[in-house]
């Protein structure tokens, strides 16, 4: 196979899937934590560039090295807790830079939960982060809520907003609705609580089991499981829950 060939297979590869194979024996999952000197293909790969997953559920702490590019002699940073986050891509030579007299590949794609988007994350990497600095800070939940509501009404993210379901969608994804979350309730026994103002951890556990019991759709096993449920929330006076992932 000529080296021509080999670079057209591999770059078709990398635009689908992260884990091509670079040396016979090791994918690029496999060598994140390995030194680039040992990832070979040395005389095609110039260095790694990180590449971020483009959705709206990836952490800043991920996000932010997103096109960074690592050409040290260790192995490269784990910015990453898991492989769906993020991963390290090798940077192949240009075709001048190798020496080859054609013409070069034009800019790649990458995908995104919004469709394909310029590898560098373009203006979707812009409305990522913006939601992401709103809702990773350490404000109260119903002040992030109303901050994100305000970000995801402006003219610029219009068409992504619309892509990921809208502004409502995209708020409850991230802060959603407590008694939402209620282990086997369904929609009218969700509302009857809520009209009963029974919207918190709190009041839900202050209730007597007679009062819950009397509410069509809870029996004593699902009554047991919202109590277990309703102990383990943190912010036990708020009606939403915080389900960011940092």
Known sequence: MSLSAWLKGF??????TPTCNVSPSKTVG?????????????DIIKGLRFAATMQIRTPLRVLKHHE??????????????????????????????????????????????????PSTGGNY??????????????????????????????DDWKEYVNKLGGIETITNCFFPYL???????TEET?????????????????SSDKELLKIKGIGPAKLK???????????????????VIR
Request: charged share 25%; with cysteine; net charge neutral.
């Open 11 to 16: 770059f078709n590869v990398k635009k689908t």
């Open 30 to 42: 496999e060598q994140q934590s390995i030194p680039l000197s040992e990832w070979g293909n040395s």
């Open 68 to 117: 960074e590019i690592f050409n040290g002699s260790g192995p490269p940073p784990s910015y990453a807790k898991e492989m769906w986050e993020g991963i390290w891509v090798p940077v192949i030579k240009t075709f001048k830079e190798l020496g080859i007299p054609t013409e070069e590949y034009p800019p790649s794609k990458m995908s995104s939960d919004v469709g394909y988007i």
């Open 125 to 154: 990497l812009n409305f990522i982060l913006a939601v992401r600095n709103i809702i990773e800070q350490n404000h109260p939940i119903t002040t992030r809520r109303n901050e994100l509501f305000v970000e995801l009404s402006k």
């Open 179 to 185: 008694i939402e979350l209620l282990p086997g309730l």
């Open 190 to 206: 969700i509302a009857v609580l809520r009209g009963k103002e029974l919207i918190t951890a709190a009041k839900i556990l202050a």
């Open 225 to 243: 499981k919202i109590r277990v449920f309703c102990s383990s929330v943190v912010a036990q006076h708020n009606e939403f829950i915080d389900k």
